[in-house]
């Protein structure tokens, strides 16, 4: 069965940074490209950035939102993909969703972890 | 970047009526890289359709998805008591990968 576990989340003052982690299982992680969607509270849905597969070069890209203050990594022998926030402001509280990516569609999701930014 | 609007905003039934959901894409979308997606309170999104017209695994086939270049829809034929939640349709063709803002099918 596919899981995804998202952790890291919770309470950070603006301007300071946060990792959170996403640990897989059920499948071969290195197979997959992992994305990170985020969600501000009753808001939707937004696409924040990816990283590829090895075979297609492991490459992240992160949206025009968040460039320059997110990056995305991934440790394939641990099955763990990373979201690197830096520079945290208050616009940024959202739970945070790792998904599987077949192609660029986002198959599988984890359960979301929250992050609130506030001083 | 492909803008997503959705409508209506809010939709209110009663189980057993049919749902249709619309959303609008601002360009064409390459190879009907389109999905849908079901959210529920508390959980995280659950995909529903891919390609335009492909039910996901699992998905019982009331749920049904059309369209093509920039207009599409999702059909909820028969609605369960299960199906009120919030749907959000997304395109996967090009970068940033964008999601509509969301229709809730509420209960009438």
């Given at each position: 069965?596919?899981?995804?576990?998202?952790?890291?989340?919770?309470?950070?003052?603006?301007?300071?940074?946060?990792?959170?982690?996403c640990?897989?299982?059920?499948?071969?992680?290195?197979?997959?490209?992992?994305?990170?969607?985020?969600?501000?509270?009753?808001?939707?849905?937004e696409?924040?950035?990816?990283?590829?597969?090895?075979?297609h070069g492991g490459?992240?890209?992160?949206?025009?939102?968040v460039k320059?203050?997110?990056?995305?990594?991934r440790?394939?022998?641990?099955?763990?993909?990373?979201?690197?926030m830096?520079s945290?402001?208050i616009?940024?509280?959202?739970?945070?969703?790792?998904?599987?990516?077949?192609?660029?569609?986002?198959?599988?999701?984890?359960?979301?972890?929250?992050?609130?930014?506030?001083? | 970047e492909?803008?997503?609007?959705?409508?209506?905003?809010?939709?209110?039934?009663?189980?057993g009526?049919?749902?249709?959901?619309?959303?609008?894409?601002?360009?064409t979308?390459?190879?009907?890289?389109?999905?849908?997606?079901?959210?529920?309170?508390?959980?995280?999104?659950?995909?529903l359709?891919?390609?335009?017209?492909?039910?996901?695994t699992?998905?019982?086939?009331?749920?049904?998805g059309?369209?093509?270049?920039?207009d599409?829809?999702l059909?909820?034929?028969?609605?369960?008591?299960?199906?009120?939640?919030?749907?959000?349709?997304?395109?996967?063709?090009?970068s940033?990968?964008t999601?509509?803002?969301?229709?809730?099918?509420?209960?009438?």
């Open positions: 069965e596919v899981q995804l576990v998202e952790s890291g989340g919770g309470l950070v003052q603006p301007g300071r940074s946060l990792r959170l982690s640990t897989a299982s059920g499948f071969t992680f290195g197979d997959y490209a992992i994305s990170w969607v985020r969600q501000a509270p009753g808001k939707g849905l696409w924040i950035g990816f990283i590829r597969n090895k075979a490459t992240p890209e992160s949206a025009a939102t320059g203050r997110f990056t995305v990594s440790d394939d022998s641990k099955s763990i993909a990373y979201l690197q830096n945290l402001n616009e940024d509280t959202a739970v945070y969703f790792c998904t599987r990516d077949s192609g660029w569609l986002h198959s599988y999701w984890g359960q979301g972890t929250l992050v609130t930014v506030s001083s | 492909i803008v997503l609007t959705q409508s209506p905003g809010t939709l209110s039934l009663s189980p009526e049919r749902a249709t959901l619309s959303c609008r894409a601002s360009q979308v390459g190879n009907n890289y389109f999905a849908w997606f079901q959210q529920k309170p508390g959980q995280a999104p659950r995909l359709i891919y390609d335009a017209s492909t039910r996901a699992g998905i019982p086939d009331r749920f049904s059309s369209g093509t270049g920039t599409f829809t059909t909820i034929s028969r609605l369960e008591p299960e199906d009120f939640a919030v749907y959000y349709c997304q395109q996967y063709a090009s940033p990968r999601f509509g803002q969301g229709t809730k099918v509420e209960i009438k």
